[in-house]
Nanobody, 131 residues
Framework: QVQLVESGGGLVQTGGSLRLSCAAS????????MGWYRQAPGKQRELVAT???????VYADSVKGRFTISSDNAKNTVYLQMNSLKPEDTAVYYC?????????????????????????WGQGTLVTVSS
């Protein structure tokens, strides 16, 4: 079973920094993309940033210039460096990964076969920015 293990969340003051880490473990054929999403109380989950195996990145407009996503493909690990944090950044941050389907298709759920990839979520880590 593949799992995403997150770390780095916590409490920080406005203007401070945090670095989140997420490592994929288990039997993995290949990870195509990894990223971060967040969900604030009473809000929908939203994209923060993603990075593909080739290095291309996507950022939400609200975090451009402040957050940086990076990855270590050999370790199947993704990082999110968060600088100049604001109270609006307070949320539960979830790690996400898209696993490329391997040759043993019987090992994957129907949803993954339909989409063409297996989507994996971490348990979430809380980031609180005090004002």
């Amino acid at each position: 079973q593949v799992q995403l293990v997150e770390s780095g969340g916590g409490l920080v003051q406005t203007g401070g920094s945090l670095r989140l880490s997420c490592a994929a473990s288990g039997s993995i054929f290949s990870i195509n993309t990894m990223g971060w999403y967040r969900q604030a109380p009473g809000k929908q989950r939203e994209l923060v940033a993603t990075i593909a195996s080739g290095g291309s990145t996507v950022y939400a407009d609200s975090v451009k210039g402040r957050f940086t996503i990076s990855s270590d493909n050999a370790k199947n690990t993704v990082y999110l460096q968060m600088n100049s944090l604001k109270p609006e950044d307070t949320a539960v941050y979830y790690c996400n990964a898209h696993e490329t389907l391997g040759p043993n298709l019987s090992a994957y759920p129907r949803e993954a076969l339909k989409k063409g990839y297996l989507e994996i979520w971490g348990q979430g880590t809380l980031v609180t920015v005090s004002s």
